[in-house]
């Protein structure tokens, strides 16, 4: 059985950072694309970034290029997402979701993953 859990939320500053994590069991994922998606309160899931299990190819949303990074222990099966100069627009739950990985193209839609986890809150204070 898959799952997906994640770890790593809480409550920080605006200007502070977290680092998530999310420790996948039950397949071997090395085919998989892993990536985080949040949620604010009233509005829809949003795509976060994602990275190829295997090669590490990494891909982002705009507007989180820079300040995100995610990243991947093998050793572990473990996907990371470090967040830095977080804003209160942070604000929202995390999940971390994998699913098989073609190419690049597609990884923003959440159609593409199979397996989700049940989430992590993170909450930015101003």
């Known amino acids: 059985q898959v799952q997906l859990v994640e770890s790593g939320g809480g409550l920080v500053q605006a200007g502070g950072s977290l680092r998530l994590s999310c420790a996948a069991s039950?397949?071997?994922?090395?085919?998989?694309?892993m990536s985080w998606f949040r949620q604010a309160p009233g509005k829809e899931r949003e795509f976060v970034a994602a990275?190829?299990?295997?090669?590490?190819?990494?891909h982002y949303t705009d507007s989180m290029k820079g300040r995100f990074t995610i990243s991947t222990d093998n050793a572990k099966n473990t996907v990371y997402l470090e967040m830095n100069s977080l804003k209160p627009e942070d604000t929202a739950v995390y999940y971390c979701a994998a699913g098989n990985y073609y190419s690049n193209v597609g990884l923003d839609k959440r159609g593409t993953y199979i397996y989700w986890g049940q989430g992590t809150q993170v909450t930015v204070s101003s």
């Open positions: 990275i190829a299990w295997s090669g590490g190819r990494t």
């Open positions: 039950g397949r071997t994922f090395s085919d998989y694309a």
